[in-house]
């Protein structure tokens, strides 16, 4: 059973630009949420989607969005980036309705590496 | 704010001792608790969860402890191995999530 994939792995922006991330969970998995990963923060949590409505959002500014899709993957947008937005996003799927929050288990994939100069 | 925090940023342990990693959490209302462990380049991986109506639980190698009293989580590896070498943070759930800083534990040969 594949694990959670994220892409890209890496990637290099400039302030002002936007970028999209991408998660395909775990088959069978309906519930995707998103972390964002600073030595200074620690993991964060952005949000939850489930069944493609979004379920629950952290307290990040309204340039960070994300969307889900029928096939329960998963993308995040973050537009006009600033050099703090520089992190490792992580994906993380669940099976239950939980979300995760509950008895069960996140699974989370390997991340996204942004880095904003 | 209530927060999630670790009591140490890191722990050496010789290999074969055992390890305990400490986190400290304010919300007295979580009801769910979560060990990750991090390795280097990787996503967290989940290692035990409690809910808080326990003390106890154990897994393999794994032991979590939970201390409603002083509000006090551990993580308990016992002869510890090379492999566990990783930041290990612990999560904190109610409304949301929220996760510890994380400790870096390095296992010496």
């Known amino acids: 059973k594949a694990g959670v994939t994220q892409t890209p792995r890496y990637l290099i922006k400039t302030r002002g630009q936007q970028v999209t991330l991408s998660c395909s969970p775990i088959s069978g998995h309906r519930s995707v949420s998103w972390y964002q990963q600073t030595p200074g923060q620690g993991l964060q949590f952005l949000f939850e989607y489930f069944s493609e409505t979004q379920r629950n959002k952290g307290n990040f500014p309204g340039r960070f969005s994300g969307r889900q899709f029928s096939n329960s993957r998963s993308e995040m947008n973050v537009s006009t980036l600033e050099l703090g937005d520089s992190a490792l996003y992580l994906c993380a799927s669940s099976s239950g309705a939980t979300g995760g929050r509950g008895p069960g288990e996140l699974f989370f994939g390997e991340g996204s590496r942004l880095t904003v100069l | 704010g209530e927060s999630v925090g670790l009591h140490l940023p890191t722990l050496s342990v010789q290999e074969g001792d055992n390890s305990i990693i400490n986190c400290a959490y304010s919300n007295s209302a979580s009801d769910y608790f979560i060990w990750y462990k991090q390795e280097s380049g990787k996503g967290p991986q989940f290692i035990i969860d409690?809910?808080?109506?326990?003390d106890k639980r154990q897994g393999q190698r794994v032991t979590v402890l939970l201390n409603k009293t002083v509000k006090h989580l551990s993580l308990q590896i016992a002869a510890t191995q090379p492999g566990d070498s990783a930041v290990y943070f612990c999560?904190?759930?109610?409304?949301?999530?929220?996760f510890g800083a994380g400790t870096r534990l390095t296992v010496k040969p």
């Open positions: 999560a904190e759930i109610k409304d949301d999530m929220r």
């Open positions: 409690i809910r808080s109506n326990m």
